[in-house]
């Protein structure tokens, strides 16, 4: 079972601040320990001292020569007056650990190894516990003239003295225990705190590796874990701007194949269908020679005629690519657009008289722009003959150009039958036309507004259609005023 990093640093906290309170109530048991041997031992010392004198006072004044035999006779008044100075129980050994008196009849657990000690002419003293109480035993040989006189034993109660160090132990661990419980209480709220983002970024990445980028961070800490939390964001949006990126790439590329499909299928029968009627009519010619000058000459127009709107296909076409890849070399300088609408209108009007339209302009003076003028005129002359061929006889072309914030804002009005509006999307695809057979009628191919579309962009500006069926079409264009 896999541990998750809260309980990690629960348990690790709780390992440390237990073993550290382990060691503390155990140096301290230690120390009160050695405390409490300390006091005892300087009691004891200071008790033999005190029998010491008792006995020599005792001798001096009752004027007796210390001897064996006399601790044998007057032994029960020594212990007993003993007793009553020191108020502890007392005990006469012969020099050969015989019992010879004391002070109480209770039975005292002796340490044998006291005694023996004493008996070979050392001091001992034991710590002896009996039923609840604790009792300290002193055991040392009595000397006169550097002679064993008898062993003198004494027991003190030092079961109060003993509580109140047992006492402090236990407040220590009570106190330790509770500071145990506290610490554990506030280490799991701590390690909560800390890893409830760290398991919420855990989580959220796991959304995110199943393709789920709709996932709300947020960094609400100052500290490393906001830090990470933002910095996981930042990856987070990133990733998906770039996952972004590759499916639009993706999705260009695949409208690029299929636009470069559709273009390269239109040129395929764009340029079939005059070498086609070239052909044909050349086969004709040649196997019938000229026995036939009617149709030799009807034959001859058509070759012709198809054969210079095979060569304007293949300039146009070559015009649209170089005004798309970039290979086109634009003279770019300040040019006076007014003024080059203004003549373009005046030319394109001898055109328009044939079919009865009139253009009309409304120009502002001195709108000057960064182009090139002959593409500028060319897109002009497009748009304008686009208008002239699919207005209505006896309408209007109503031409106008002023300055929009900082842009020129070019707009060309006709009157016509319009184009629907699900058209207006393909409008600038190449080859694209609405009616085929009227293009073809009028000499269109579908390749003069890709081309208007890509000088416009190359001049850092964009063309609009807007069109209305039965009633006309609008072209704007707006390109950067200087």
């Known amino acids: 079972m896999q541990l998750s990093i809260r309980y990690k640093i629960l348990i690790s906290f709780s390992l440390?601040?237990?073993?550290?309170?382990?060691?503390?109530?155990?140096?301290?048991e230690k120390v009160i320990n050695k405390n409490n041997e300390f006091i005892i031992r300087n009691e004891m010392i200071q008790g033999r001292k005190d029998i010491d004198t008792y006995l020599k006072q005792y001798f001096v004044l009752n004027n007796i020569e210390p001897s064996k035999s006399v601790l044998k006779v007057d032994g029960k008044n020594i212990v007993e007056e003993l007793s009553y100075k020191i108020g502890d129980e007392v005990i006469l050994y012969s020099d050969n650990g015989e019992l010879l008196w004391r002070t109480s009849n209770n039975e005292i657990a002796k340490d044998k190894k006291d005694l023996q000690l004493a008996l070979?002419?050392?001091t001992a003293y034991t710590i002896n516990k009996i039923k609840n109480k604790v009792m300290v035993s002193l055991s040392y040989p009595v000397y006169f003239k550097n002679q064993t006189l008898g062993i003198i034993s004494y027991s003190k109660e030092y079961t109060e003295f003993y509580k109140k160090s047992n006492h402090i132990v236990n407040t220590i661990k009570i106190i330790a225990i509770t500071l145990f419980l506290l610490i554990l209480i506030i280490s799991f709220i701590i390690s909560k705190r800390i890893t409830k983002p760290i398991i919420y970024l855990t989580e959220?990445?796991?959304?995110?590796?199943?393709?789920?980028?709709?996932?709300?961070?947020?960094?609400?800490?100052?500290?490393?874990?906001?830090?990470?939390?933002?910095?996981?964001?930042?990856?987070?949006?990133?990733?998906?701007?770039?996952?972004?990126?590759?499916e639009r790439d993706r999705d260009t590329l695949k409208n690029l194949e299929m636009s470069r499909k559709t273009f390269f299928d239109n040129v395929t029968h764009e340029l079939k269908t005059p070498i086609t009627t070239i052909m044909g009519y050349s086969e004709i010619i040649q196997k019938n020679g000229f026995t036939d000058e009617e149709f030799f000459n009807k034959g001859m127009g058509h070759i012709i005629?198809?054969?210079k709107r095979l060569n304007r296909m293949v300039i146009e076409l070559l015009e649209l690519s170089k005004n798309t890849t970039g290979d086109f070399n634009y003279s770019f300088s300040k040019v006076n657009l007014s003024n080059l609408l203004k003549a373009t209108c005046e030319e394109m009007a001898i055109r328009g008289k044939r079919y009865n339209i009139q253009i009309v302009n409304n120009i502002e003076n001195d709108l000057f722009i960064n182009g090139d003028e002959d593409k500028l005129k060319e897109i002009f002359i497009?748009?304008?003959?686009?208008?002239?061929?699919?207005g209505y006889v006896n309408s209007i072309i109503d031409i106008s150009a002023c300055k929009k914030n900082d842009k020129v804002s070019i707009s060309?009005?006709?009157?016509?039958?319009?184009?629907?509006?699900?058209?207006?999307?393909?409008?600038?695809?190449?080859?694209?036309?609405?009616?085929?057979?009227?293009?073809?009628?009028?000499?269109?191919?579908g390749l003069g507004l890709?081309?208007?579309?890509?000088?416009?962009?190359?001049?850092?500006?964009?063309?609009?259609?807007?069109s209305v069926l039965k009633k006309g079409t609008i072209v704007t264009i707006e390109i950067p005023y200087i």
């Open 382 to 390: 497009n748009l304008v003959d686009n208008s002239i061929k699919y």
């Open 120 to 122: 070979n002419g050392k």
């Open 412 to 445: 060309i009005e006709d009157m016509g039958d319009g184009i629907p509006k699900e058209e207006l999307e393909n409008i600038f695809q190449p080859f694209y036309r609405i009616n085929k057979k009227v293009s073809r009628k009028k000499g269109g191919n």
């Open 305 to 307: 005629g198809e054969s």
């Open 204 to 246: 959220t990445s796991k959304e995110i590796s199943r393709g789920n980028f709709e996932v709300s961070i947020s960094e609400n800490s100052s500290d490393e874990i906001g830090e990470l939390a933002l910095s996981f964001k930042n990856m987070a949006e990133r990733i998906k701007d770039q996952i972004l990126t590759i």
């Open 450 to 466: 890709p081309i208007v579309k890509a000088i416009v962009e190359k001049h850092g500006g964009k063309i609009f259609i807007e």
């Open 16 to 28: 440390i601040f237990l073993i550290g309170i382990s060691i503390l109530i155990y140096s301290t």
